[in-house]
């Protein structure tokens, strides 16, 4: 059979490769992480750096096809390997999501809104920043993830100092806005030009990472949808996308939509796929990859997914890590436990989701709520 390749092996590639090897593929991981969580599951696991000319040429050699599940993953190594196989989805898409001044500029290229938003590289550009952008946040073009890398910052002076603590490395300052709600798009994109999306998630964040998605999204319009949807085609389209992207949105307090940022790869905010939808965002990303058919995804249950985060595994500010009671959340019918096989927990660090599937959206919140009190998890 075929083997299909991974780079980076973390809990996206865990259950890209838990998707592709119930298809039917093997699956090769490149990550230098001996106990990465993707590894650990993988038919094979080549344990280099991402640039490293030993490891790419292995994994061009025994994978037919190769995908990635890192967004920063560098995007002259994509290209390396594009030489010689197949690559979705492409470097030079990869390179325009891991750079937020590329990004935005591909949004507005688009004809999508963003926020305003100035790019900080020089002193200069700090000091020609207008006060129109304040209160803003300052965000790292590059690597972040999670709200690390960027600062909020109320005036110009807490402006220059936020810059310094970030190295003074290339950042983009984003104007604060007035969020009603946060949602995101999840489209898969053929190499044919066929493109399919999920229903919108609805996504709830707290300290900058994802804490709770609601699927249907609760307080969404048919024209938001209608209106996000098609920014997320568009914004794949006209990159000649392939494989699986999400794209985020703001919707503000007046109805506007406006993008944040996209990830070239399975989301977070889609892990509910997996258990609520009949085909989930990594089965999507087999077939993108391989060249099978797309087909358009279908809700089966209102759900919601639920972030397991380390902070979890310290109920109390233990110091000992101790197993959250797994048994007690199983008990309630339409839980989906998944951990990704991290042996240490820490504060902030995503160890597993809880998906919730009920008969309806107001069921599937009941149970979420109670699976919540049962895990140290704030009710939403
Ligand atoms: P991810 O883990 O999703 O990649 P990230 O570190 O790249 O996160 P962002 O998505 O840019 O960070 O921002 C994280 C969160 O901070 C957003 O989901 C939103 O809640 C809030 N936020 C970001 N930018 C703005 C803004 N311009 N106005 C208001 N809130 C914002
Ligand atoms: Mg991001
Ligand atoms: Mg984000």
């Keep these: 059979g075929a083997t299909l390749g991974v780079m980076g092996g973390?809990?996206?590639?865990?259950?890209?490769?838990?998707?592709?090897?119930?298809?039917?593929?093997?699956?090769?991981?490149?990550?230098?992480?001996?106990?990465?969580?993707?590894?650990?599951?993988?038919?094979?696991?080549?344990?280099?750096?991402?640039?490293?000319?030993?490891?790419?040429?292995?994994?061009?050699?025994?994978?037919?096809?190769i995908t990635t599940e890192f967004e920063n993953v560098p995007a002259a190594a994509l290209e390396q390997l594009a030489q010689t196989r197949p690559v979705a989805p492409a470097g030079a898409s990869v390179a325009i999501c891991q750079d937020r001044a590329r990004e935005k500029a591909h949004f507005v290229g688009c004809g999508v809104d963003c926020a305003p938003h100035a790019i900080i590289e020089t002193p200069e550009q700090l000091a020609a920043v207008t006060d129109d952008l304040l209160p803003g946040i300052l965000k790292t073009s590059r690597m972040g993830y999670d709200g690390k890398g960027q600062v909020r910052v109320k005036t110009r002076a807490e402006l220059i100092a936020a810059w310094d603590d970030l190295q003074r490395v290339g950042c983009v300052l984003e104007k604060m806005l007035p969020l009603a709600y946060e949602v995101s798009v999840i489209v898969a994109r053929g190499r044919d030009g066929q493109i399919v999306h999920f229903p919108l998630q609805q996504n709830l964040h707290r300290d900058g990472i994802l804490a709770v998605t609601t699927v249907p999204a609760p307080n969404v319009t048919e024209a938001v949808s209608q209106q996000a949807c098609a920014s997320a085609h568009q914004i794949a389209a006209s990159m000649d996308y392939v494989g699986v992207l999400c794209t985020e949105f703001f919707v503000l307090a007046d109805g506007r939509i406006v993008a944040n940022e996209m990830a070239p790869r399975p989301h977070n905010s889609g892990h509910h796929t997996i258990d609520a939808c009949d085909v989930s965002q990594f089965e999507l990303q087999v077939r993108a990859m391989t060249g099978l058919p797309l087909v358009a995804p279908v809700l089966h249950s209102p759900c919601l997914m639920l972030n397991l985060l380390g902070d979890l595994w310290f109920p109390g500010g233990v110091t000992v890590q101790q197993e959250p009671d797994w048994a007690a959340v199983l008990a309630l019918s339409g839980t989906h436990l998944h951990l990704y096989g991290k042996a240490e927990a820490r504060a902030g660090r995503k160890m597993g989701h809880l998906t919730v599937t009920g008969a309806t959206p107001q069921a599937a919140r009941a149970t979420a709520l109670q699976a919540a009190a049962i895990l140290g998890i704030a009710p939403f």
Excluded at 22 to 39: E, F, H, I, Q, W
Excluded at 42 to 60: C, K, M, P, Q
């Design 10 to 65: 973390g809990q996206l590639g865990r259950m890209f490769v838990h998707a592709a090897q119930s298809m039917g593929y093997r699956t090769a991981v490149l990550d230098a992480d001996a106990t990465s969580p993707a590894g650990l599951v993988s038919h094979e696991h080549i344990r280099t750096a991402y640039l490293d000319a030993a490891g790419l040429t292995e994994l061009a050699r025994v994978a037919d096809a």
